[in-house]
């Protein structure tokens, strides 16, 4: 299995800034479209931004859209989401996907690989 580690979350202030990083293990992390998604405490995991294997397309959830970057470099097999201006409302673990492509994302809208999260709290 493709292995996934977070790193980069915590708790930092409404209006504040964050910048996670997810490290793929393996060679093929290039041929991956990656994405993040987020969970909140007693709500359903949502998709917060998906970027294509070459990096040249992203997109991104409307809550998160003009706040949130993502980006990747394949070199060193990591994806990254660069957030700013954060709300209370972005206040979830942060989850790392790759694979996220093909009957994947085209037909039930998810990803082949997980990583295990990372916490961000955001106070108000």
């Known amino acids: 299995q493709v292995q996934l580690v977070e790193s980069g979350g915590g708790l930092v202030q409404a209006g504040g800034s964050l910048r996670l990083s997810c490290a793929a293990s393996?060679?093929?992390?290039?041929?991956?479209?990656m994405g993040w998604f987020r969970q909140a405490p007693g709500k359903e995991r949502e998709f917060v931004a998906r970027?294509?294997?070459?990096?040249?397309?992203?997109h991104y959830a409307d809550p998160t859209k003009g706040r949130f970057t993502i980006s990747r470099d394949n070199a060193k097999s990591t994806v990254y989401l660069q957030m700013n201006s954060l709300k209370p409302e972005d206040t979830a673990v942060y989850y790392c996907?790759?694979?996220?492509?093909?009957?994947?994302?085209?037909?039930?809208?998810?990803?082949?690989?997980w990583g295990q999260g990372t916490q961000v709290t955001v106070s108000s």
């Open positions: 996907a790759a694979d996220c492509d093909g009957t994947n994302w085209y037909v039930r809208r998810t990803c082949g690989y």
């Open positions: 393996g060679r093929a992390f290039s041929t991956y479209t």
């Open positions: 970027i294509t294997w070459s990096g040249g397309n992203t």
